[in-house]
């Protein structure tokens, strides 16, 4: 099979060519070993791989008093083309424990 003109990002079932046997253009194929024998030619050739910028800060706990979370993202700077490697988690998520001095005068 070729990927000569079929070449997919990410992990997509249908994106394959046949051939003796099955084989796959998809991004990954590389993982699962079972890739077209001219992917590397067709498809990781103009592959870019995603691009993120840093964390940004944290938000605020999302309880005044007791348990709550808090949150921050990161933005892609430059997005997958071509079957090139996916963008990481964009965001975060932690526990927190809201503690405002009033919450313990609670009536």
Do not use: E, F
């Not at 992990?11 to 394959?16: F, H, L, P, S, T």
């Not at 051939?19 to 079972?34: L, N, V």
Request: net charge positive; charged share 20%; glycine share 14%.
């Amino acid at each position: 099979g070729s990927c000569r003109h079929r070449c997919c990002p990410g992990r997509n079932n249908a994106c394959w060519a046949p051939g003796w046997a099955r084989c796959y253009c998809d991004s990954y194929c590389q993982r699962t070993g079972d890739c077209c024998q001219d992917y590397l030619a067709m498809c990781r050739r103009a592959a870019v791989g995603c691009a993120v910028g840093p964390w940004g800060p944290w938000s605020g706990c999302s309880s005044q008093c007791g348990i709550g979370s808090r949150a921050r993202s990161r933005q892609v700077t430059v997005p997958p083309r071509h079957g090139g490697d996916p963008c990481p988690d964009l965001k975060q998520r932690r526990g927190c424990l809201g503690q405002r001095p009033t919450c313990g005068t609670a009536k």
